[in-house]
């Protein structure tokens, strides 16, 4: 996650010294019996254990591991049935000598004419790679930042190819070189709106992989005030799933996520949901960001407690999720 690189100085600030490593068991049964669908924790938990194993060495861009996440995304796409949007799954692009990849899924809707509107669900999929050594470990794994984004959106992507509940046309875009700069996210948002797609709203999925505090909602949304899209995705969802975090407004991070080249380039609700807040995971770019510290039941929920927000806002008969300025 590059854009948080400059808050690093500010977690001890925000209380980095209170934060505890994340259990797997953390309870959160009542919220999961509530929900509409039951996603296999099993298919989670292989997922991302594999993108943020060892052996693909922290998914730098450019790198054999990177290349081994990619291929792992194109073959999860394909066995679900989800098409390439492109002639291939692969939007490529050049980050200086670097060949980068961003892997495009797509689903086309089912009404007649919301089919042509479309709705952007992301996350990036590379990370930072070898890094300095702690304790003889130099592979940072990236599990919450952001191979937990990644699975979330793999999971949407198997659910609607499925069910087949999308009117509107979804694109489940993985991202290159977000750790460069936002760089995969800025060539395909570019590449999308010289195509004239219309584009209806874009999430990007960010560190999803702890819980928050239960006195807080389950996740945040950047850009709150910018747009209708908590307070929509809420109502669609009948439960307060997303919220501000003043934290988010402060630093700005708007516009550090891959949300922000899609609002840029075409001027639409494009938002990032995260919920990581800055004090429940003390592991930002560091070799111990592994997947046994992810809390499963967490992502299991927020995964499920999703999809009828998202359903909500795919099919909603008009576009009801508006700028605040229009």
Known sequence: ??????????????????????????????????????????????????????????????????????????????????????????????????????????????????????????????????????????????????????????????????????????????????????????????RLKTENLDLYTMINFEMVGVPRAESKTLAYITGFELTNMAEKLNEYAQDKVVGFLPQAKQYNLFKRSDNYPFYNAFKIPAQAISTFDFTNFEYYHHVDDEADKMDLVHMQNFINKMIPALEGMINAPTKEIKLSNE
């Open 1 to 190: 996650m590059n854009k948080f690189l400059v808050f690093l100085s500010g977690l001890t600030l925000l209380g980095c010294g209170s934060q505890q490593r994340i259990a797997e068991g953390n309870t959160a049964e009542t919220s999961i019996e509530k929900s509409i669908v039951k996603l296999p924790k099993t298919d989670m938990k292989s997922a991302l254990e594999y993108l943020a194993s060892d052996a693909l060495k922290g998914r730098q861009t450019g790198s054999v591991g990177l290349e081994s996440a990619a291929q792992f995304i194109e073959r999860v796409f394909k066995k679900h049935e989800v098409q390439p949007y492109f002639e291939t799954y692969r939007d490529s692009f050049k980050v200086k000598t670097l060949d980068g990849y961003n892997i495009v899924g797509y689903l086309e809707g089912h009404d007649s004419e919301l089919k042509n509107e479309f709705v952007v669900l992301g996350a990036h999929y590379d990370h930072i790679g070898i890094v300095e050594a702690v304790d003889g470990d130099n592979i940072a794994n990236g599990a919450n930042d952001d191979a937990s984004g990644t699975v979330a959106v793999l999971e949407w992507a198997k659910y609607f190819a499925k069910t087949k509940t999308n009117k509107r046309s979804i694109l489940f875009t993985l991202y290159d070189a977000e750790e460069m700069g936002l760089k995969g996210s800025e060539h395909l948002a570019e």
